[in-house]
């Protein structure tokens, strides 16, 4: 068709196949720009037409115009939105309905694909949106309403709306509408009461629809906007609201319709809670006692359920014909569990007869609902579900595999032979399925961890594999032999009767297999580790037990066995002291450094060895060696800076710290079960000493993700407690301290920590605000690995600043005096070492009510070039007590600038928290008695 033709063309000749030809020429990328045009021109001319039948091919053509010249988008869109302004000026028809929502469904398009012009669909108001809308036949009607996100509409119009679509006649526009409740609901924050109480109330009305489409979606606003309301409760109608809107859920779980029964049960994992006794209810079908005929006092509809509507819901649930209303069931039993105490323990024999179930989909359902049980620590095992359980550990399913071993981890089996049993059902998975070595050999090492009383029963029988596989060489590499090895070695090291039981064959077997043991073991030790585990094993096994005694045993048969296992120097002299050792120093000079090198090295190693006796069960022995390695470090004479042997007492006593700590995690498995007070003055003392070691050194190189991961820990053992008021605060820490480490390893170019990699991926995963899971909190301080050996390397120009704080003069028989009414003037003589330059220092000075005072050092009295300053300071103080004679308390300290996340800062004071150089001294204060 040529160009002249085009312009030729009128109303009258408008036909079909002219309309295919112009559409030939806006699909062919060969068509010139100016025949586009004037196509553009020609159809844009026709929208001012009020020819409904016309219009709706010209808005097809404009449409594919647009998406086949972009540069025309813009143009496209001011012209069809203008039409559509007009249109909703004049008479409405059907026929206007029909092309305005094509218009409507064109513009959408236009601006998604577009976005630099997507602004321009906020033009199209919520009036002219509803007039559409309301004008619009049934079948454009129900687009418009599935597509209200796509346009910029306010939710108050859409709100009204929705409520007013969910009374039309049309079942498939009630349900339409009902899902755009649910829509509104997750968009936006309603504070309106009235409003929320409306759409809950008009969606439970539609519970009794005739239509099961319609039903399923009302479940879907009950529980939406249930939620809602709950939430605005006041606290003590808010258990009562809750308990309603349950029971709600609950008179519709019977539905014949197979969506609305599934949408019940996914609504009882949206509201997450009920009363104790409206839980347990739903276990029995028989009605209580004490619950029959309750009704919730503050009734939320008009017939409100009472609470035998609750009675045997799960037991429905779980017997349900349709794999669909089980599987949710399932999911929504894991949900409700997380928030009762007894409700776990009661249902556990339900969700074990879901391991029989035809469809693997609820199978693995039930075995993740069995895990979250196990992690409670509540998960009984009995004889009549272990061969469901057997199976579920041979499944051809990998999923429900990998599942079934992790329950294995956790759960505690009564009697050896459920032990036997369970322990031959991995064996033969083992068979099997070989490709799954690694995995099966990490669960059998955390169940025998869990069974050490049945290990010295089960050895025997072990050790008969192992002295038949001796005999034929080849019969070593058998999976079965390794599996029993594994198992075998998990007992830990405090069980003294276990580990002296067991022949020191084994041992030596399993260090032949040491990398195979690695790999399954790998997110718990790393092949040094497991190699002095093993060793030190070893020789247990072979002395009877009296190794026992010995508090550095362990570390004794590591010395021995293994000279230097980390590969690298853990210590670099200063520039000035490798300098001096190159053109001064003699032979002897080097080889005291280089033994005193060796000497460190060996420390590291116990400390990293303490860590893991820990882990294992073993924290009495773990701080018996770390005090060891503190004496070492006091009383050895090491050829290294008295900076750098500070910090490594400091170290070794944080890590003592958190030895003490990881005690009370040791058999946590749920964060509820983790809260003394002596847990808290721990965590409070390593976050203190971790701050002090941040401010009293200077020269941190190497050593600054090893202190920062000290800081990333501590936040995540803060975390994971549940009574913990403070989580904002306390993420942001951490988030800040995972950034400046991130950065530190980028400037330094070196490769962050495992366990620094899987923290910063957790805070990704979650975004700003969010929560950390329980579950992910203790997987991250588990993988905590005390430090990485290639990357602890200590500076020789550490330093370690410190001080010194005197009154001269001043004891019980010599006090101060003072007259009543006036401040006191302390003399203070002071001795700073290595305090850096423009650092704010503080005197504090204290009473023996906790209340306290800060007076500021001036800076110009110890800023300078040497190292050692020596001054006299008189610190004024106004807190005289009204007594004759009393005692004030003195000590200096370093205001810590990088800390000031979680501080509770001081009106005339530091600004951030302060780490103390010195002891606290007293002074001695007395009245001048009146002449």
């Known amino acids: 068709m040529a160009m002249e033709e085009v312009d030729s063309i009128s109303v009258e000749s408008l036909s079909l196949r002219t309309l295919a030809s112009i559409r030939s020429l806006i699909i062919n990328i060969d068509t010139p720009d100016f025949v586009i045009s004037s196509v553009f021109d020609f159809l844009t001319s026709f929208l001012s037409r009020d020819d409904p039948a016309i219009l709706r091919h010209v808005l ?45 469904a064109l513009l959408a398009s236009i601006s998604e694909m577009n976005p630099s012009i997507a602004t321009k669909i906020s033009k199209i108001d919520g009036e002219v949106f509803a007039s559409i809308c309301l004008g619009a036949p049934i079948s454009y009607r129900m687009w418009l309403l599935r597509n209200v996100e796509r346009f910029n509409v306010p ?56 239509e099961d489409s319609v039903r399923s979606s009302a479940v879907r606003a009950v529980s939406t906007w249930g939620k809602v309301l709950i939430t605005s409760k006041v606290e003590m109608n808010r258990r009562e609201c809750t308990d309603g809107v349950f029971l709600q859920l609950c008179s519709i779980v019977r539905d014949m319709s197979v969506d609305v029964r599934v949408e019940v049960f996914k609504g009882f994992g ?56 089980r599987e949710a069931a399932v999911d929504s039993f894991h949900s409700l569990s997380v928030n009762s105490i007894k409700f776990p323990d009661e249902a556990v024999y339900l969700v074990m007869d879901m391991l029989y179930d035809d469809y693997m989909v609820v199978r693995l359902k039930a075995l993740e609902a069995l895990h979250h049980i196990a992690d409670l620590g509540n998960l009984k095992i009995q004889e009549t579900y272990m061969p469901a359980f057997l199976d579920a550990i041979v499944d051809s399913s990998e999923n429900i595999r990998v599942t079934a071993r992790n329950i294995l981890k956790l759960a505690k089996l009564p009697d050896l032979k459920l032990v036997t049993k369970c322990v031959d059902g991995v064996l033969k998975s083992l068979e099997i399925y070989p490709q799954d070595e690694p995995d099966i050999l990490s669960a059998l090492f955390h169940f025998g961890q869990n069974h050490t009383n049945f290990l010295v029963s089960m050895i025997k029988k072990f050790f008969e594999k192992l002295e038949a596989a001796s005999v034929n060489k080849s019969g070593l590499i058998s999976r079965q032999v390794s599996a029993s090895l594994m198992l075998i070695i998990s007992v830990p090291l405090s069980d003294k009767l276990s580990v002296t039981s067991i022949p020191s064959l084994a041992f030596s077997y399993s260090l032949a297999m040491l990398g195979k043991f690695l790999c399954a073991l790998h997110e718990m030790m790393d092949q040094d580790m497991l190699l002095a585990y093993l060793t030190h094993c070893s020789i247990l096994s072979a002395s009877s037990g009296t190794e026992f005694s010995k508090g550095d045993n362990f570390f004794h048969a590591y010395r021995h066995n293994n000279a230097d296992l980390s590969g690298n120097p853990v210590l670099i002299p200063s520039k000035d002291i490798h300098a001096e050792s190159k053109h001064m120093a ?85 964060s509820r079960t983790c809260k003394s007070v002596e847990l808290e003055l721990l965590i409070e003392e390593v976050e203190i000493k971790v701050m002090e070691i941040r401010c009293r050194f200077t020269g941190l190189s190497t050593e600054v993700s090893l202190v920062m991961e000290l800081v990333i820990f501590g936040c995540l053992l803060r975390l994971y407690k549940s009574e913990i008021c403070c989580r904002l605060r306390c993420k942001k820490k951490l988030s800040s301290t995972v950034s400046q480490l991130q950065l530190h390893h980028e400037q330094q170019c070196t490769k962050p920590s495992d366990f620094l990699t899987e923290t910063k991926k957790s805070l990704q995963e979650i975004g700003s605000y969010a929560e950390i899971s329980c579950y992910r909190l203790f997987d991250l301080v588990k993988k905590y690995n005390c430090f990485s050996p290639e990357q602890f390397i200590l500076s020789g120009n550490l330093q370690c600043v410190s001080a010194e704080l005197e009154v001269p003069g001043n004891g019980p028989y010599s006090p101060i005096s003072f007259v009543a009414g006036l401040p006191v003037a302390i003399p203070c003589e002071i001795m700073l070492l290595n305090v850096p330059r423009d650092t704010c220092m503080w005197l504090k000075i204290s009473r023996s009510d906790e209340s306290c005072q800060f007076v500021y050092l001036d800076p110009n009295l110890y800023n300078g070039d040497e190292r050692e300053k020596r001054f006299m300071f008189s610190a004024v103080t106004y807190m005289n007590p009204r007594a004759s004679v009393f005692t004030l308390r003195v000590s200096i300290g370093i205001e810590c600038s990088f800390e000031d996340v979680c501080y509770r800062k001081w009106h005339h004071g530091p600004k951030h928290p302060v780490a103390y150089l010195c002891k606290e001294r007293k002074v001695h204060i007395t009245l001048v008695s009146k002449a």
């Open 60 to 104: 097809k053509l404009l449409s594919d115009l647009s998406f086949g010249r972009k540069e025309l988008a813009k143009q496209i869109f001011d012209s069809v939105l203008s039409n559509l302004l007009r249109l909703q000026n004049s008479t409405t028809n059907a026929s206007h309905g029909r092309v305005a929502l094509e218009s409507l």
């Open 586 to 670: 003699s032979k002897a000079v080097l080889e005291n450094r280089k033994q005193a090198m060796k000497s460190v090295d060996y420390i590291l190693l116990k400390i990293k060895a303490a860590w893991f006796l820990s882990q294992s069960g073993c924290s009495k022995e773990a701080v018996r060696a770390l005090r060891a390695c503190k004496q070492e470090l006091q009383t050895a004479n090491f050829s290294i800076s008295s900076g750098a042997l500070e910090f490594m007492c400091q170290y070794v006593h944080v890590i003592e710290l958190l030895v003490q700590v990881w005690r009370h995690f040791e058999y946590s498995r749920h």
């Open 270 to 325: 949206i509201i997450g809670a009920a009363s104790e006794s409206i839980i347990l209810q739903t276990l029995s079908k028989k009605v209580l006692g004490a619950e029959k005929g309750k009704k919730p006092q503050n009734c939320l509809s008009t017939e409100s359920a009472d609470v035998a509507a609750a009675a045997g819901v799960f037991i429905h649930g779980f017997e349900d014909e349709f794999y669909e209303v």
């Open 155 to 210: 939710l108050s119009v859409l709100f009204t709306l929705f409520l007013g679509f969910t009374k039309d006649p049309y079942p498939y526009i009630r349900k339409v509408a009902l899902d755009g409740l649910v829509y509104i609901c997750n968009a936006g924050d309603f504070d309106h009461a009235s409003a929320v109480q409306g759409c809950y109330t008009r969606a439970v009305e539609l519970l009794g629809d005739d």
